[in-house]
């Protein structure tokens, strides 16, 4: 271990401080110890047995970035092979030069890569979704879609999530969430998160020794975003206990519902056939109401267990949907 | 008493934004009674540079939670955080850990 300098000293050359066991590391002893994180827990959860074909999820931001990164160096080490998948919502300017950095990424690392754009999967999406709904609200749905529609790498990412969860009362989501992915049912592609117990800190601080390119700006509707006012409660709690972002991860997925809360055994989409606790899934249901002209139909249930639909929007336009997956 | 100080402040993920999008300021801390420390240093660059925001960056004297600092590329929880004293030539850089992964 390193001692620890005095404060006027200079440091030794690229040190990191561990949040969880407070261990002093040199920055590539610290990669290292990241990548074989990574690695135990893709092992321990049999996550990527050998021969398997895996597809990130590759936004160009920090977390699909090292978690390419580190795969690729694992690739022999697993048998596994590599592609990168990105998705293009439709966000203009925010989303171009994201994808840029994937391609620049899948370019210097030589990975076979695809984009799926919201376009094409769901016609008109995004940016119309931003187009009908107007008032102060606009954002807010804005973001609900994406939201709908986007997974995290991450466990700090998904405990937003899980707060947020709380936070408007979700039950059902709170009992149906955590895990390290899922096995895939009923012809859903597996899915696994090897970074689900990585640290933001970590996330940044190996794509800082490993001089990894990636993409970090905010998008554009995230300003307003409900999701931005749990981060910032969590980011408090974090400086004031460092456990407390796995810890609530930790409490969700050990929380047992009281029989009046638990939520209907999940069945199939009748439109997708994707796992779904009522007829249409949540992704088909949005689109199903941007079809209807009823953009600003809500995404869960209200404290009593109702579904709230605001109000018919007759300008809306005439979305198609065609879920892929 | 402090004397001049040259130091290289740097900004990173998203946190340039900030600072008109430049990464890199190679900035001259002027000699002063008080100790350069980072500290000072955060007085002085929301004083100097920050153009936007300042509750994005900082946070009573010190960085909003979610901002890294490394002096000299060491993380400056090993270095004493706000009380280190910089030197000649230190290189101090700020990531901020906010945007999406």
């Known amino acids: 271990p390193l001692p620890v300098p005095p404060a006027t000293l200079h440091a030794p050359p690229s040190a990191v401080r561990r949040p969880r066991s407070g261990q002093a590391l040199y920055g590539a002893c610290f990669c290292a110890a990241f990548k074989a994180e990574v690695l135990h827990t893709v092992l321990a959860g049999r996550l990527l047995p050998p021969g398997t074909v895996v597809a990130v999820g590759a936004s160009g931001g920090k977390d699909s970035t090292v978690l390419v990164h580190v795969l690729r160096a694992l690739v022999l080490r697993l048998g596994i092979s590599l592609q990168l998948v990105a998705v293009d919502e439709g966000i203009g300017g925010y989303r171009d030069a994201a994808l840029a950095a994937v391609r620049r990424q899948a370019a210097r690392w030589d990975l076979p890569f695809t984009i799926l754009?919201?376009?094409?999967?769901?016609?008109?999406?995004?940016?119309?979704?931003?187009?009908?709904?107007?008032?102060?609200?606009?954002?807010?749905?804005?973001?609900?879609?994406?939201?709908?529609?986007?997974?995290?790498?991450?466990?700090?990412?998904?405990?937003?999530?899980?707060?947020m969860n709380f936070l408007r009362g979700d039950a059902g989501r709170l009992a149906r969430g955590g895990g390290l992915g899922s096995p895939g049912e009923r012809g859903a592609l597996p899915r696994c998160r090897p970074l689900q117990f990585a640290l933001q800190k970590e996330v940044v601080l190996y794509a800082h020794f490993r001089r990894l390119d990636y993409f970090s700006e905010e998008c554009v509707y995230a300003p307003e975003a409900f999701r931005g006012h749990a981060r910032d409660l969590l980011k408090r709690l974090e400086a004031a206990r460092p456990s407390a972002v796995l810890d609530l991860v930790h409490s969700a997925e050990r929380l047992a519902l009281a029989p009046s809360a638990r939520p209907p055994r999940p069945g199939a989409c009748s439109r997708c056939g994707a796992l779904a606790s009522r007829a249409l899934c949540q992704a088909c249901a949005l689109l199903d109401g941007l079809n209807r002209g009823r953009p600003r139909l809500t995404i869960g249930k209200g404290r009593r267990g109702l579904d709230e639909i605001c109000f018919c929007d007759p300008s809306a336009p005439n979305i198609t949907s065609q879920p892929a997956f | 008493m402090a004397a001049p100080l040259s130091v290289e402040v740097e900004f990173g993920g998203g946190a340039e934004l900030l600072f008109d999008g430049i990464k890199k300021h190679q900035v001259t801390l002027p000699g002063q009674e008080e100790p350069w420390d980072i500290r000072n240093l955060l007085v002085w660059i929301k004083k100097n540079l920050l153009k936007e925001r300042p509750e994005l960056f900082i946070q009573g004297d010190s960085v909003r939670p979610g901002i890294l600092v490394l002096i000299n590329d060491a993380d400056w929880e090993l270095l004493g955080e706000l009380d280190y004293q910089l030197q000649d030539q230190d290189s101090v850089l700020f990531i901020s850990t906010l945007h999406g992964g």
């Open chain 1, 117 to 163: 754009a919201y376009e094409d999967l769901f016609r008109g999406l995004t940016d119309a979704v931003v187009r009908c709904t107007a008032g102060s609200s606009r954002s807010r749905y804005c973001c609900t879609f994406c939201g709908e529609l986007r997974r995290a790498h991450r466990a700090g990412a998904t405990d937003i999530t899980v707060l």
